[in-house]
Nanobody, 115 residues
Framework: QVQLVESGGGLVQPGGSLRLSCAAS????????MSWYRQAPGKERELVAA????????NYADSVKGRFTISGDNAKNTMYLQMNSLKPEDTAVYYC????????WGQGTQVTVSS
């Protein structure tokens, strides 16, 4: 049974940092690409960052380049998103996504950036 469980969200002041985690189970984590998406109220879900741990390739949305870092730990079957220099516009529900056959979404974790 496939599961993706996000954690690490919360309330942070502008300029602060958070690290999100996505614990995966039910598939071979190291064999598939993974991504972080986010969805702000009233907006469409957007791709934030993606990683292919096999090829060692990462991609980022322009809005987060230089501030966010995606990584994966194959031994722990876990993907991370280190978010630094957070801005109010980063406020959203953050979801992890696995590029397994048919795709699979986590349940999401709320990130709120506010003073």
């Amino acid at each position: 049974q496939v599961q993706l469980v996000e954690s690490g969200g919360g309330l942070v002041q502008p300029g602060g940092s958070l690290r999100l985690s996505c614990a995966a189970s039910g598939f071979t984590f190291s064999s598939y690409g993974m991504s972080w998406y986010r969805q702000a109220p009233g907006k469409e879900r957007e791709l934030v960052a993606a990683i292919n741990t096999v090829a060692g390739i990462t991609n980022y949305a322009d809005s987060v380049k230089g501030r966010f870092t995606i990584s994966g730990d194959n031994a722990k079957n876990t993907m991370y998103l280190q978010m630094n220099s957070l801005k109010p516009e980063d406020t959203a529900v953050y979801y992890c996504y696995a590029y397994i056959p048919g795709g699979y979404w986590g349940q999401g974790t709320q990130v709120t950036v506010s003073s």
